[in-house]
């Protein structure tokens, strides 16, 4: 009877694997056959270039050097979900939270913008700055050192010069195009790849 208990036993946990599994394949087949984000807008790196877009990381770096020496490097990463209904009517469920460093050749500081890229009425993006800081040295930042006030507090012209200078760094909705479809791209590709990986561990026998 101790060796029948033990069969059904593992009949069960064969039938459920398998169930399983079926599951995933069908969820698996489901995404690759989906075209959730078709590439319908107007999207350019531009003079940017990719500097790190691991498979396994969720950010992409991307980073220009223009003709006066300047550097910009951009890192960019989806944020969390949002919780509001009216998202059902944008292609992509998720904004995007992006950093942008600017460098002038021979000085150690930077100036670091703490942005939000947002899909703007289903056609287009733009980007807001939350925050801005200047960085005398990134070496010596600590959490007692002042990068400047809140921006929030920040004159309304100033965040409107602030804006400019990185559109004229290259930061233009071209860019937030790309990195919106990218970077919601990549996710999918990587929770495909890891359906498979789940799918061969639950299918492999024991």
Known sequence: MR????????????????NLVKLLQSEIQHELSS??????????????????DSPQSKD???????????????????????DTTDREEYLYPRDVVMKVCVKKPGLS????????????????????????????????????????????YVDIKLHRALKEYLEAKGIGEELTNFLLHHLHKKEQG?????????????????
């Open 3 to 18: 060796k029948v208990g033990n069969l059904v036993r593992k009949g069960c946990k064969a039938v459920q694997d398998l």
């Open 109 to 152: 500081s930077i100036l670091q913008f703490d942005c939000e890229i947002f899909e703007q009425d289903g056609i287009g993006s733009l980007f807001a700055i939350w925050e801005f800081y200047y960085i005398q040295s990134p070496a010596r930042i600590g959490p007692s050192v002042y990068r400047g006030p809140s921006f929030s």
């Open 190 to 206: 990587q929770y495909v790849n890891w359906l498979q990986k789940l799918e061969s561990f639950v299918a492999k026998p024991e």
């Open 35 to 52: 075209n959730h984000y078709p590439t319908s807008r107007s999207s350019s790196l531009g003079d940017f270039v990719v500097e790190w």
């Open 60 to 82: 992409v770096v991307l980073r220009r050097k223009l003709e006066s020496g300047e550097e910009v490097a951009v890192s960019a990463m989806l944020g969390p979900f949002s």
